[in-house]
Structure formats: structure tokens, C-alpha cells
């Protein structure tokens, strides 16, 4: 009886916690969530706060606004789906919704310390900087200006996307 008890408290904890985040609710751990061997693990926390839409008036991706402007010019349908903090990047990305599939974005400073991060990353993208990771489908790293985005998965439509979007990647499978 003390079991159901707490169980029907957690719920109701989670539910208001839901309601209470209005549109934030509905995003979940992306499924491209690797799982490391180090103790940090990736967590997802509220997107950053934007004043503005989502959108540039930039034509070559450079950043996180340009990107998701060349993706929705290709007619993909994209979304922001949370944040995310990867141990191995150090700043927080943003994960897009693109038709459906979780794909992981981190912004750098510029474009040389994005340079400088992504060759941290090995060929199979088993291994960042000192970090290994045992990722739960094939990952595929892109870079384009100060941004790195991953995509662990295998739709072909978001690979040719991300492909047009920013050019062939980097690193992974």
C-alpha cells in the first residue's frame, strides 16, 4: 500500500512539473544520448531562453540559427527539442528535432576553437578527446563554422539533410 502511496506521489509530482513547463514538457532524452564510459553522463535541461524566432538571414551555416534556416529551406521539418551538455563538449547544445530524429548541436565561441574540438573527435567517433563512448547507433559528426552537430542514428533523410545543410561529416560510422 506504501508502494502505490508513492508511486501515485511521483506521478503527481511529475504531472504538475509537466503542466508547469507549459511546451517544454514534451521533450525527452534524446535517443542519441550516448552512453559513456566516464562517470559524467549526458543531462538535458530547459532550452536557453530566446527573444527572438529561430531563424538568420545567413545563406552559408555558420551557427545553430543558419543551420536550422537551411534545414527548413530544404523543406525538413525542424524543431527545438530540449537542451544538452555532452562531458566531452563544453558548451551546452541544443537538440533539433529534424523529421523526427534527435540531432545534437554545440555552438563554440569561434570557429577556430570549433576547429579545434572537432579534431579531438577520431575517425569511427568512438573516442572524444580522452573520453570513450559507446554510442547506441552510428554517430556522424558535421562541422560548419563555430558548430558541431551530431546525429546518432541511421535515417538516410536527416544524413542527407545534414549533408546539404553543412557539408560531408567529420567523423563517425
Not at 534524446?30 to 564510459?37: G, I, L, R, V
Amino acid at each position: 500500500m506504501l508502494f502505490r502511496r508513492t508511486i501515485v506521489v511521483i506521478l503527481s509530482v511529475a504531472i504538475f512539473l509537466l503542466i508547469a513547463c507549459e511546451g517544454d514538457a514534451t521533450s525527452t532524452a534524446p535517443a542519441s544520448a550516448p552512453t559513456s564510459a566516464s562517470t559524467a553522463t549526458p543531462t538535458e535541461s530547459t532550452p536557453p531562453p530566446t527573444d527572438s524566432p529561430a531563424t538568420s538571414n545567413s545563406g552559408d551555416v555558420t551557427g545553430y540559427l543558419s543551420l536550422v534556416d537551411a534545414l527548413r529551406a530544404s523543406d525538413n521539418t525542424v524543431a527545438l527539442a530540449g537542451a544538452i551538455s555532452q562531458p566531452f563538449f563544453a558548451p551546452e547544445g541544443r537538440v533539433l528535432s529534424v523529421n523526427g530524429e534527435d540531432v545534437q548541436t554545440f555552438e563554440f565561441a569561434s570557429e577556430a576553437e570549433a576547429d579545434t574540438v572537432a579534431e579531438t573527435v577520431s575517425g569511427d567517433g568512438g573516442s572524444i578527446g580522452t573520453s570513450m563512448v559507446g554510442w547506441i547507433a552510428p554517430p556522424h559528426f558535421y562541422k560548419s563554422g563555430s558548430l558541431i552537430v551530431i546525429y546518432v542514428g541511421s535515417d538516410t533523410g536527416v544524413i542527407a539533410a545534414l549533408e546539404a545543410a553543412v557539408g560531408s561529416q567529420f567523423g563517425g560510422r
